[in-house]
Each structure stands twice: as C-alpha cells, then as structure tokens.
C-alpha cells in the first residue's frame, strides 16, 4: 500500500547494513479516516534519508467508526500497548471535537495520560490543529475561542522576527520562504497574546487564519495550527461532503482556481509540508534525541 502511494519504503537488507538506530515515531492518530491521514503523514515522514519506524496508535476509550476494523487490528496500537515503550518523537492529529470543551471529549482523560507519559517517554511532540490546541490548553491552560465563520481554505503566512536567533533560522522553519500558503481547517482559535504569554514562540502566523506555529524554547513540543500534510483534494472532499448534507459551507479560499469548484486546486503548500517535516525530523529530533532512547527523560 505504502509503495502503491509512492512513499519509501526502505528495505529490511538495506536498512540492517546502515550502522545508525531508526528513529521510533509514533502517529497517535485521532482523525474519523484514519487511513487517509496516515497515508498524508507518512509521504512527509518518508521523504527523508533517515530511517523512521513508525507506531501507529489509537485511542483505546473511542472505537472508531470510519475506518476498518480489520485496517485498525492489523496496523494499530493503544497507549496501553505502547506506555512501557520510548519513542523519539509522537505526532498527534487533529480532531474533529473542537465545538466540544476538551473535558467532554470522551478520551480526553486518555490524551491528557498520553500528555503525562510524553514528557518521559518521548523526545519531540509535533501537535496538529485540534491536537494543537489540546496540547496547549493541557500545558498551559491556554483557551481556545469559537470563531464566526470558519477559517476554511489556503492562507498566506509569513516568518515572524521570533523565527531568527544570533544563531540563524529557527530550526523547524530553517529554509522557509519569508512567506508561504497552508491550509486551514477548523472553527475555533488560539490567541497570539495567550501563546506569548505562555512563554512560547510564535514562528509562523497570518493577518487572516493567526498563529501557525508555536514552540517551546528548545522545540521539545511544537504546535501546527494548520494542516500542511493535507492532499491537493483534502479541501475539496471536505467542501463537496458537507455541502452533500445540506450544510452551510463556504467556498475554501484561495484554494479552487477562479474559485470554480468544477476547478482542480493548487497544491501550492506542498513544498513547505515536506521542509517542515523533514527540519522536525533531523534538527529537532534525530541530532538531539540520546542514543539510548531509555533516556530520553
């Protein structure tokens, strides 16, 4: 399946002749489709000369009902399976629960366990949109606000002057254009005043959709308020779904060419997903992890 979706796949005989450890990532995965964000991630993740084993996780106090059971018991872990284990690094997904307060999300007691064991367990934390804002409501008590429309489409985005140091470009972002498209998805927000209040840095945000990326002060957790690992089509699949069940849906901006839907979109944020996955990958994670995973702590 992997090869099918043009993802690298590195071969057993020629991953036991390179004399490094894989880096373990875990994808605690919280998205309905769970297949289709997999896959997204994945392309990002591979597009790397590093070696990355990859854990595949759900949540054991939600049963998923849009993905397989058969894909889910052949290719999926819980947190119980996994919470002796170490990891370099765990991305968690966005959700679609945002409309919810965190506490009536009914995993949030597992999330906030899976929080707790990061801290020891795991080196790097990349945190997406929904994943985004619990991570930092969890940390910090950051709030997250309902917004009056929703920020639906591709939105331009520019470096902030926190994204330089005396050393140069912040690492993630290292490479980055000073401005760059990304797409989003989701009806409620986090403020810059409340994320700088926090003591994290703001690296990326825009005049329209706010903060894109914030971190704390040595990249240990990161918070993506966007979704750059979607597809081309992600948008569309969403626009043409609600529309099919009579929602009110506005067009996604800047995203349909001549904002004509019968129109195939640009996939103009495809460059920057793959930067931003592969400096998360080398600088924040692979020459900063210990090489004895156990002590990450």
Avoid at 186 to 193: K, L, P
Avoid at 221 to 246: C, P, Q, W
Avoid at 283 to 297: A, E, H, L, M, S
């Amino acid at each position: 399946m992997l090869l099918h979706e043009n993802i690298f796949v590195m071969e057993d005989n020629t991953a036991d002749i390179q004399d490094i450890r894989p880096l373990r990532i875990a994808i605690l995965n919280l998205m309905p489709k769970k297949i289709e964000t997999e896959t997204q991630i994945l392309r990002l993740l591979s597009n790397t000369p590093l070696q990355v084993d990859i854990e595949l996780l759900q949540t054991g106090s939600h049963i998923s009902k849009n993905t397989p059971e058969e894909h889910l018991t052949k290719f999926y872990k819980t947190f119980a399976d996994v919470k002796n284990d170490y990891f370099d690094g765990l991305i968690v997904t966005g959700a679609p629960v945002e409309n919810l307060p965190y506490e009536d999300v009914d995993y949030w007691q597992e999330l906030t366990e899976i929080f707790d064991w990061a801290k020891t367990h795991v080196f790097s934390v990349m945190h997406i949109c929904w994943g985004a804002q619990a991570g930092l409501y969890y940390r910090y008590g950051i709030p997250k606000f309902p917004l009056r429309h929703k920020m639906f489409g591709i939105f331009k985005h520019t470096l902030t002057p926190e994204s330089y140091s005396a050393d140069g470009m912040n690492p993630l972002v290292r490479g980055f254009d000073e401005a760059f498209w990304v797409p989003h998805s989701r009806h409620t927000e986090v403020r810059a005043a409340d994320i700088k209040k926090a003591g994290l840095l703001i690296l990326a945000e825009s005049d329209v959709s706010g903060v894109h990326i914030a971190v704390d002060n040595n990249e240990r957790n990161i918070y993506v308020m966007g979704h750059m690992e979607y597809d081309r089509s992600t948008l569309a699949n969403e626009y043409f779904r609600d529309l099919s069940k009579g929602e009110k849906i506005q067009l996604p901006v800047n995203y349909f060419p001549y904002d004509e839907p019968d129109e195939v979109p640009n996939f103009t944020w495809r460059s920057h997903a793959n930067l931003m996955y592969s400096n998360w990958l080398n600088y924040c994670v692979y020459q900063r992890t210990p090489f004895d995973i156990t002590k990450i702590g």
